[in-house]
C-alpha cells in the first residue's frame, strides 16, 4: 500500500491520467444496482464523456440523455441488450453502438463492467445517421499499424461519414511503439485493457499499466511504447468526420 497523499494520477490542461487508486464510486441515474466512476467528462475541458460502469447481477442500465449516442465495451461478466429488432446477449469483448434517441433497454445477467464513451451526435444535412451496431472485438480483424506486425490496430465502428466517433482497439507487443509522436485535431479517451508501458503526453512521461485511463486532449503531443513481458491492449475512441470550426461538446 503506498503512503497517503501519493498517487500516480495527474490532470494537466491538455491531458490527464486517472488511475484506480483514485477512482470514486457514485449511483448512476437511471440505472438501478450500478455504481459508476466518471472517468473523462466536459468538466475537465473534454468534448466527450467516459465512464465505467459496475453493475450487480440483474442490474439495468439507464438511457442516455437525448441527441446523446453510446458506446458500450464490456470487459466484464454478461449481459442481454433488448432493442425493437430483439435480444442480443453480451459477453467479454462483446461492443455495441447505440445511435442517439434509440429505445433500448440493457441487464446484467452476472456482475458485469463496461467502458462506455458518450458524447452529443452531431447529424450532417442529407447523410442517414448510423444504426444500432452490436460486435465482438474478437471477430474483428486488426490491421498493422502502419506496416509494423508488431503493433495491430482494430477499427471497432465503421469508418463512415455517418459517425462522428471511432473506437479502436490497439495491442503492441512487448517493445513495440507508435512509430512517431502524434499531434492532431482529435481527442481521445484510452482505457489500458492489459500489459503497460510508458505514455508521453506533451512534455511529461507517464509509466501506465491496466486499469489506467488517459483523456488527450486536441493538439496534445502523445506518444506511447508497450513495456514488460505480456502485450499491452488499450481502447481508445477519437472523434472524426465533422468540421473542426464548429465548436460544440
Not at 12 to 33: C, E
Not at 159 to 170: G, R, S, Y
Request: net charge negative.
Amino acid at each position: 500500500m503506498q503512503p497517503s497523499g501519493l498517487a500516480r494520477s495527474s490532470f494537466q490542461r491538455n491531458h490527464a491520467l486517472i488511475t484506480p487508486d483514485g477512482h470514486v464510486r457514485a449511483p448512476l441515474l437511471g440505472w438501478t444496482q450500478t455504481q459508476s466512476i466518471t472517468l473523462i467528462s466536459p468538466q475537465m475541458g473534454a468534448r466527450f464523456c467516459q465512464f465505467l460502469a459496475l453493475m450487480a447481477a440483474g442490474a439495468t442500465a439507464g438511457l442516455p440523455l437525448p441527441s446523446v449516442e453510446r458506446f458500450i465495451y464490456v470487459s466484464e461478466g454478461r449481459l442481454v441488450l433488448e432493442t425493437a429488432v430483439g435480444a442480443s446477449e453480451l459477453t467479454v469483448g462483446s461492443y455495441v453502438y447505440v445511435p442517439s434517441a434509440l429505445p433500448h433497454t440493457l441487464c446484467a445477467v452476472t456482475p458485469s463492467t463496461l467502458i462506455l464513451f458518450e458524447r452529443l451526435y452531431h447529424a450532417l444535412p442529407n447523410l442517414v445517421p448510423p444504426t444500432l451496431l452490436i460486435g465482438r472485438e474478437q471477430d474483428v480483424v486488426g490491421d498493422p499499424f502502419m506496416g509494423d506486425p508488431a503493433a495491430n490496430l482494430k477499427t471497432l465502428l465503421p469508418i463512415e461519414f455517418a459517425f462522428d466517433m471511432a473506437v479502436n482497439l490497439f495491442t503492441f507487443q512487448p517493445g513495440a511503439a507508435l512509430p512517431f509522436v502524434e499531434m492532431h485535431v482529435m481527442e481521445h479517451g484510452l482505457s489500458m485493457l492489459q500489459g503497460g508501458g510508458i505514455y508521453r503526453l506533451a512534455d511529461a512521461w507517464y509509466p501506465v499499466q491496466a486499469s489506467d485511463t488517459i483523456w488527450i486532449a486536441a493538439y496534445c503531443p502523445q506518444w506511447f511504447g508497450a513495456l514488460g513481458k505480456t502485450p499491452a491492449r488499450y481502447l481508445y475512441y477519437k472523434d472524426i468526420h465533422r468540421d473542426p470550426l464548429e465548436v460544440r461538446l
